[in-house]
């Protein structure tokens, strides 16, 4: 693919998307400089410690690597727990992206932000379009949309790409939880009126490298094609892993949680269709490759 831009500085290298983003830069020959908050070991000269709640650690950043782009994977991804740490959630979502914002801006750099499907309370019934407006039920949801809004407002060079329901094979995530409690023998009771679409992080990172390289500034949604429940999506990875096992079928009544989820968070890709471009393959097929995936990194 044509690089428009080259340079490219990826915030939260360290985490299950950013690792997978990283791969997927290098394999795109971009020139690629890993951001993290703490430097793993045995790390190599494309990483830079980089706090994106520290406006100080953002300047010294850009500063000495020069990117051209920087994509935002820092994040506060306990939903739940933030219910009991607004103010940390709001600090590395709602503020720290606004710090890099105001940062690109005054040096031309152009940023890509990752947001979310819970930016929505799900109340409207069909699957959305970046057009319609966010309400955000809880804390995590609300320190998303907050940094929504800072970095449209401190910069006009970006692309907000909500997502929903990720997981990979670089950290936690829903199928792995399924299939460790399979195979250990636990109890299952999945909830069934949350719908939403299931993402690998390998075709989130495809998509935002086709975005960010063919597509006008603005908001997009990437994220799985087509829509389930978390007791379908649960069903279909223990089906695909070949793995026989009961999963109880519950409501969200019967399974409370701190923090409210939108009943329905169905993410439309018409904006990258708009763009010109292809949306992301149904979740089912990124499902089948992220069992593969899996089954390789096992044996």
């Known amino acids: 693919m044509r690089n428009r831009y080259h340079r490219v500085l ?47 650690s953002i300047s010294q950043a850009l500063d000495s690597c020069h990117p051209d782009l920087v994509i935002n994977c820092a994040a506060y991804t306990m939903v739940d727990m933030a219910e009991s740490e607004p103010e940390l959630a709001m600090l590395i979502n709602g503020i720290g992206p606004g710090f890099l914002a105001e940062a690109c801006q005054r040096r031309k750099i152009a940023l890509a932000s990752i947001s979310t499907d819970y930016v929505f309370d799900g109340d409207k019934g069909s699957g959305y379009v970046v057009t319609d407006t966010p309400n955000a039920l809880g804390a995590y949801a609300a320190s998303k949309l ?16 909500r997502t929903s329901w990720l997981y990979g094979i670089h950290g936690r995530c829903f199928p792995q939880i399924i299939l460790n409690a399979a195979m250990e023998g636990r109890q299952l009771r999945v909830v069934a009126d949350q719908i939403g679409c299931p993402t690998y992080t390998i ?82 097929e990124g499902l089948a ?10 044996t």
Request: proline share 6%; aromatic share 10%; hydrophobic share 40%.
């Open 146 to 161: 907050a940094g929504e809004v800072s970095v449209r407002q401190y910069t006009e060079f970006f692309w907000i790409i």
């Open 289 to 298: 490759d992220y069992i593969k995936e899996l089954r390789a990194t096992r």
């Open 10 to 56: 990826v915030t939260g290298a360290a985490g299950m998307f950013g690792l997978e983003l990283c791969i997927a830069l290098e394999a795109n020959g971009n020139d690629l400089i890993r951001g993290v908050h703490t430097m793993p070991r045995n790390a190599g000269s494309t990483y830079i410690t980089l706090d994106i709640t520290d406006p100080n």
């Open 203 to 284: 075709d989130l990172a495809d998509a935002i490298i086709r975005i960010v390289q063919t597509a006008p500034f603005g908001i997009y949604h990437a994220a799985g094609a087509g829509s389930t429940s978390w007791y379908n999506f649960a069903r279909k990875t223990l089906e695909l892993a070949g793995i026989d096992y009961p999963v109880a079928r519950i409501t969200t009544i019967e399974w409370p949680t701190p923090a409210r989820r939108p009943p329905n968070s169905t993410l439309l890709s018409q904006a990258m269709q708009k763009a010109g471009l292809a949306p992301i393959r149904p979740w089912e």
